[in-house]
């Protein structure tokens, strides 16, 4: 190297107020040259050598996210609501081999006889996800959570845009595997969100075990009934049925709004809640 | 050491009462914490911990008030604001297992309302230092010692350097020298701090705590010093050869003779108390059938 930076130059470039084009020449120069690399060590403070240091090691042990986490970061979703839409507690290989075994069940007696197992289940799979989400059944960290500053609305609401969008995609996979009845093997989708909205919505008054729980079984009443009292499609399948499920989405997603406050009242939603 | 603790209220309540499966889990509670670690005594099913998640806001009370650092956790906003600035050790901390030690904290400073990445891992990196966790952060918290577990808990409750600090039987199941480690992270912890620690070991009370309250039966049986809890067994502990019927409590020790609690007969060998026949005698009435020999 028959040149080495000014002494001057090297110290301005440390503290960072080099300007252009001098700032180009000495980074290039740098790269390239060992003895003034060490001489602008001399002109780093110590601090800011300890802090670089500092970051770089926090960058290295620093969580990887994972290929959903990551997913969602690249689509837009901050990084924090990821992480929490990510660590949803029903969202393990439990649950989800649960719920991959109960669409594949349903997808079987569909092949063999008709969607009605598919369409009467499904729905009932982001209901259940979503209760379960909401207490210290399957939430091990449900003792730190409670107690946190975040809402406990926004957590459930991120907790039941996760468990929606879960079963919605495995549930929609398992569709596609009855491609004879069409669009007629999305029939589920309505009454899923409608369970959904109105199981959370009622929640807010008769708890997380109760309302899911009577949502439950008003639509397993529901089906069975219209399936003995009507010989072609059960009434909840038929496009007045589709119509009136996502009326009771839209009605029960209002109604979840304003009660909303209820969720962080610090009062007991319903007279499960103590247990919890 | 821990220094001086402070002589004005920070946690305040009055009259906290709740009612859980048909039996007053805790009856007119009144309590005024100060900065310092003050030890919560009590036998199982006193209370204790019904009594620590009121004051943790996770479960509200049927009857009483309360305010923690000035904040009313009655309203959403003084909620809020007492959950961020408190951190919860619960009895049995749950943790996602997949989780290294980091990312569980990460996750915990999310809760806590952390959004910023780098402020959110320089705090990570922070508790974990303090907990001495620094050289295992990136392990998976499946892979970690009991001992170690019950740091990451405590880590993620110092998370955000909250200033009332609620501890949940912390050391139950370590062993001795993690126990020893727990109880100097724990002074350190109650270093201008407020620290509300549930035990039933007494050694944890006389180590650490310039506070003792007894709870039993979901009310207060005492409140002061451990020097004061100590002396309310003075002149009623004895030696005797024999077991003693009408002692409240009694149990044979190493040196074969009875060491017994309660009103001593004429004539009885006294014997000096300690902070363990203060907390029998707090507890009223009821003999702990464990500790009857």
């Keep these: ?276 | 050491m821990t220094r001086p603790p402070g002589s004005r209220p920070t946690v305040s309540a009055a009259g906290l009462a709740l009612r859980y499966r048909g039996t007053r889990a805790v009856d007119d509670v009144t309590l005024r914490l100060t900065e310092g670690v003050t030890g919560l005594l009590g036998p199982n099913g006193a209370g204790k911990t019904t009594l620590l998640r009121i004051l943790a806001t996770a479960t509200p009370p049927d009857n009483g008030a309360f305010t923690v650092l000035g904040h009313d956790p009655s309203t959403v906003r003084g909620r809020q604001d007492a959950r961020g600035a408190l951190g919860y050790l619960p009895q049995n901390p749950g943790f996602h297992p997949d989780f290294t030690a980091f990312e569980f904290i990460d996750y915990v400073a999310i809760l806590k309302e952390l959004t910023d990445r780098r402020t959110r891992h320089a705090e990570a990196r922070r508790v974990l230092d303090a907990v001495g966790l620094a050289d295992v952060r990136g392990k998976r918290i499946r892979k970690l010692s009991g001992g170690m577990r019950q740091r990451v808990a405590l880590a993620a409750a110092l998370v955000g350097d909250p200033k009332f600090l609620v501890l949940d039987e912390p050391t139950v199941g370590l062993d001795p020298e993690q126990r020893m480690r727990f109880r100097e992270l724990i002074a350190e912890a109650g270093e201008g701090r407020t620290v509300l620690l549930s035990t039933h070991q007494t050694e944890d009370v006389a180590m650490l705590c310039h506070r003792v309250v007894v709870m039993d039966k979901g009310r207060v049986r005492f409140d002061g010093t451990a020097a004061e809890l100590t002396a309310v067994a003075d002149g009623r502990v004895w030696s005797s050869a024999e077991r003693q019927p009408g002692a409240r409590a009694g149990w044979r020790t190493g040196t074969g003779e009875f060491r017994n609690v309660g009103d001593p007969p004429a004539g009885a060998r006294l014997v000096d108390p300690t902070l363990e026949d203060g907390y029998l005698l707090a507890l009223g009435g009821d003999t702990p059938a464990e500790v009857a020999a």
């Design chain 1, 1 to 276: 190297m028959s040149w080495h930076a000014d002494d001057g130059d090297l110290r301005e470039y440390a503290h960072g107020v080099l300007a252009a084009p001098r700032l180009w020449s000495v980074e290039t120069h740098l790269a390239a040259c060992a003895d003034c690399r060490a001489a602008l060590t001399a002109h780093v403070p110590a601090a800011e050598t300890d802090a670089g240091w500092a970051r770089l090691d926090a960058e290295l042990d620093a969580p990887r996210p994972g290929p959903v986490e990551s997913l969602l970061i690249r689509v837009g979703v901050a990084d924090h609501t990821a992480r929490l839409l990510a660590a949803t507690p029903v969202l393990r290989r439990s649950w989800l081999g649960a719920v991959v075994l109960t669409l594949l069940l349903a997808v079987g007696v569909g092949l063999a006889a008709s969607p009605l197992m598919l369409l009467a289940t499904a729905p009932l799979l982001p209901l259940v996800g979503v209760a379960v989400s909401f207490g210290p059944g399957l939430d091990p960290t449900y003792e730190m959570a409670v107690v946190a500053p975040t809402h406990t609305f926004r957590l459930l609401m991120i907790r039941t845009v996760a468990v929606l969008s879960t079963t919605t995609v495995l549930s929609g996979l398992a569709s596609l595997t009855l491609p004879s009845y069409g669009l007629a093997a999305l029939g589920w989708l309505l009454p899923a969100l409608a369970l959904t909205s109105t199981g959370v919505a009622l929640t807010a008054r008769l708890g997380p075990v109760l309302a899911p729980a009577l949502v439950g079984a008003g639509w397993t009443a529901l089906v069975a009934l219209s399936g003995l009292l009507a010989s072609g499609t059960p009434l909840p399948f038929t496009a007045e049925g589709q119509g009136a499920a996502a009326a009771v989405a839209v009605v029960a997603t209002a109604l979840l709004v304003t009660a909303r406050d209820r969720f962080d009242s610090g009062r007991r939603l319903g007279p499960s809640f103590r247990s919890l």
